[in-house]
């Protein structure tokens, strides 16, 4: 789907990722390549493609038919993820952005995946949920639950990333940016100490978000920048570090100008998302 335009080879480049962005199709590499693109789709393509979606919020409560605190419909979980599957997407990554929501997750993971191998989850803390590390005047035993879980997950196979993890400057409403900030160094301890790639979220935070992660580069393997929605500018900065992919979904993809974005980002750079339930196309 992305690239059709470009080129005449289409690999996804979630298994094509150095580093050890592999992790994240454990325990199985997935490379999935197709030719001739440019000028013509093969009649199958769309049938035999598979995809990897790296971020999906399965613990949204509109999967449970919870909308605005009003409930509108059972849940349709179940019903989602079997549409995801028919159409090739063939592991899917449940974001999660507190503690509560990693423990949601692998719940959830582990209830529609018995046997392990196409839900995964992250493990780490949202910027706008920052404030959750000082909720009880102890952010450091709040550290230590992640790092527990986070083992733990990478132990059993279901934990795959750091994050979501980053700087959101558009809602500083929730937590003020020094607060972020320093919640978001802190958290470099967990790729360090799992070996995980981390999940990354920048919003409106552009210098102080590369600062940050040119300064703790040598403390993680490889990361994505989900959901990128910024500048030409800022897609040339993360490119220049290594082992920096780009997250693209609808939100990506919503004007002219995002469109221009999108198409400088290198294929073996950019990953696909559906950030589902947001960031329809």
Not at 180 to 199: A, C, I, R
Not at 224 to 237: A, D, M, R
Request: aromatic share 8%; glycine share 8%.
């Amino acid at each position: 789907m992305i690239g059709l335009r470009r080129y005449s080879i289409l690999c996804l480049p979630f298994s094509s990722a150095r580093h050890s962005w592999r992790k994240l199709i454990h325990p199985r590499r997935s490379n999935v390549c197709f030719s001739k693109l440019s000028n013509g789709t093969h009649p199958d393509f769309f049938h035999t493609m598979k995809f990897i979606d790296v971020g999906a919020n399965l613990t949204d409560g509109m999967f449970q038919g919870s909308y605005h605190g009003k409930q509108a419909h059972q849940s349709d979980l179940d019903k989602v993820l079997v549409r995801a599957w028919t159409a090739g997407v063939d592991k899917l990554i449940a974001t999660a952005g507190k503690l509560s929501e990693i423990e949601e997750a692998l719940k959830l993971i582990n209830s529609h995946d018995s046997t392990g191998g196409k839900l995964f989850t992250t493990v780490g803390v949202h910027p706008t949920r920052c404030g959750e590390f000082d909720a009880d005047q102890q952010p450091q035993k709040y550290m230590d639950r992640l790092e527990h879980l986070a083992k733990e997950g990478v132990a059993s196979g279901r934990v795959v990333a750091i994050g979501e993890c980053g700087l959101d400057y558009d809602r500083l409403q929730f937590c003020d940016k020094e607060t972020q900030k320093k919640y978001f160094e802190m958290q470099f301890h967990l790729p360090e100490v799992t070996g995980l790639p981390m999940f990354l979220h920048s919003r409106a935070a552009g210098d102080d978000f590369l600062e940050i992660i040119k300064r703790n580069r040598r403390r993680f393997s490889a990361g994505v920048v989900h959901s990128f929605t910024g500048t030409k500018e800022e897609v040339e900065q993360l490119l220049k570090i290594e082992g920096i992919y780009i997250g693209i979904n609808g939100c990506s993809l919503k004007t002219a100008e995002n469109l221009e974005v999108m198409a400088a980002i290198p294929l073996e750079r950019m990953m696909l998302e559906t950030d589902a339930p947001w960031c329809e196309i």
